[in-house]
């Protein structure tokens, strides 16, 4: 069963940096490789959005309000996806979700909490 352990969110100032990991178990080199991993956020009392993602390929998109900020990238060797945030703004304050996805199938992690504020 594949599991996914989110780390790395905390409290940041706007305009500071934070870089969340997701480390996969359970799912095996090769299996790792040809997930499609994403992240999603969900705001205090909003519905979770894709922010990122990222595919066996290496295409990658994001939603419009984090591009040019946000790079999500994969380590194959380390079975790890990563969000590298910069710039952050207050409307970024979300639980951020890694989801990696084979075919129809989903795995979420338990989430990480990213606070912006002053």
């Known amino acids: 069963q594949v599991q996914l352990v989110e780390s790395g969110g905390g409290l940041v100032q706007p305009g500071g940096s934070l870089r969340l990991s997701c480390a996969a178990s359970g799912i095996g080199g090769i299996g790792f490789r040809i997930y499609t991993w994403g992240w999603y956020r969900q705001p205090p009392g909003k519905q979770r959005e894709l922010v990122a993602a990222?595919?066996?390929?290496?295409?990658?998109n994001y939603v419009d309000s984090v591009k040019g900020r946000f790079t999500i990238s994969r380590d194959n060797a380390k079975n790890t996806v990563y969000l590298q945030m910069n710039s952050l703004k207050p409307e970024d304050t979300a639980d951020y979700y890694c989801n990696g996805r084979l075919g129809r199938t989903d795995s979420w992690g338990q989430g990480t909490q990213v606070t912006v504020s002053s």
């Open positions: 990222i595919t066996s390929t290496g295409s990658t």
